[in-house]
């Protein structure tokens, strides 16, 4: 069961930094959020990262399986400063499509 004040402490720290055009220190927020026991297979968290990811790199959210695979795949193979936020993040991150 996840922290509810954890949950949102996590996820208005990403988005105040998104706000403010600051998308690696929302990213690494988001991250954070998924690398704590209690929020690992937290979806929200989880899709805020993933739109995260898509409008720092401005890509369109997969919509198959597939799909998703091959974005994943980028992120982690093509972006070495995603990659390297993504360590350690709960498996919920790698099955949300």
């Known amino acids: 069961m996840p922290n509810i004040g954890n949950l949102s402490r996590y996820a208005t720290k990403a988005h105040a930094h998104r706000v403010l055009?600051?998308?690696?220190k929302a990213l690494d927020?988001?991250?954070r959020a998924l690398r704590r026991p209690d929020l690992e297979e937290?979806?929200?968290?989880?899709?805020?990262?993933t739109k995260a990811q898509m409008e720092l790199g401005e890509r369109l959210y997969?919509?198959?399986?597939?799909?998703?695979?091959?974005?994943?795949?980028?992120?982690l193979s093509n972006d070495p400063e995603s990659a390297e936020r993504m360590k350690g993040v709960g498996k919920a991150w790698y099955t949300s499509c």
């Open 29 to 31: 927020e988001l991250g």
């Open 21 to 24: 055009g600051n998308f690696g």
């Open 62 to 75: 997969p919509e198959t399986k597939e799909k998703f695979d091959v974005w994943m795949d980028d992120v």
């Open 42 to 49: 937290e979806k929200l968290i989880v899709g805020l990262l």
